[in-house]
């Protein structure tokens, strides 16, 4: 079972900016494709950005498009979300996700234990 493990959250004002890793603990087909997810208080979980980490293709939600850039690093098998901009509905748990095809919209197979962001008004 590969484990996601995320780090970067916390306290921001808005407009400001964060970054959030997630490590992944080895390289599978499973974890070629690697994304990330938000829940904020009383919502749904929702889509924010995804990668293909063999070519770089990307997606992202129209919410976070032109604000938020997420890349990846094969050699240290990390993946990362640059939030800049940042609003108050921003604030949300962070969880970093993995599986195959989901840059594509297909469903994650593997979930990080989630790491909180808050961006102050």
């Known amino acids: 079972q590969e484990q996601l493990v995320e780090s970067g959250g916390g306290l921001v004002q808005a407009g400001g900016s964060l970054r959030l890793s997630c490590a992944v603990s080895?390289?599978?087909?499973?974890?070629?494709?690697m994304g990330w997810f938000r829940q904020a208080p009383g919502k749904e979980r929702e889509f924010v950005a995804a990668i293909m980490l063999t070519g770089g293709y990307t997606s992202y939600a129209d919410s976070v498009k032109g604000r938020f850039t997420i890349s990846g690093d094969n050699a240290k098998n990390t993946m990362y979300l640059q939030m800049n901009s940042l609003r108050p509905e921003d604030t949300a748990v962070y969880y970093c996700?993995?599986?195959?095809?989901?840059?594509?919209?297909?469903?994650?197979?593997?979930w990080g234990q989630g790491t909180q962001v808050t961006v102050s008004s």
């Open positions: 080895r390289r599978t087909f499973s974890t070629i494709h």
């Open positions: 996700a993995a599986g195959s095809g989901l840059a594509f919209g297909r469903p994650p197979q593997h």
